[in-house]
Nanobody, 124 residues
Framework: VQLQASGGGFVQPGDSLRISCAASDRTFSSGAMGWFRQAPGKEREFVAAIRWPNGAIYYSDSVKGRFTLSRDNAKNTVFLQMNSLKPEDTAVYYC??????????????????WGQGTQVTVSS
């Protein structure tokens, strides 16, 4: 399966941005898809994930209330709507997926498929 992320860019603090990730097939339809991010010099951190079969969505505390994950079942695509962006949101955002749900969905080591990443820069 291939994951294709798109939609990153350069925005000012307080702005909004939407990024998307399309899976090439329905490999994750019984598992999960999600987003992680990695800033320079930092470890990859969990942002949001969706448990595909029931649609349950999970967020990190740092983005809860500002970011919204959604999906298009027919297109095997997930979207991350990012509002009220802050400079600390600056990172490369990686799309990921796994075949089945894992209780430690927030651990990047539990995902085996990754997209190429899309840069999000928030700066004045």
């Amino acid at each position: 399966v291939q994951l294709q992320a798109s939609g990153g860019g350069f925005v000012q603090p307080g702005d909004s941005l939407r990024i998307s990730c399309a899976a090439s097939d329905r490999t994750f339809s019984s598992g999960a898809m999600g987003w992680f991010r990695q800033a320079p010099g930092k470890e990859r951190e969990f942002v949001a994930a969706i448990r595909w079969p029931n649609g349950a969505i999970y967020y990190s505390d740092s983005v809860k209330g500002r970011f919204t994950l959604s999906r298009d079942n027919a297109k095997n695509t997930v979207f991350l709507q990012m509002n009220s962006l802050k400079p600390e949101d600056t990172a490369v955002y990686y799309c990921t997926g796994r075949l089945n749900w894992h209780v430690h969905y927030y651990n990047p080591s539990n995902y085996y498929s990754w997209g190429q990443g899309t840069q999000v820069t928030v700066s004045s």
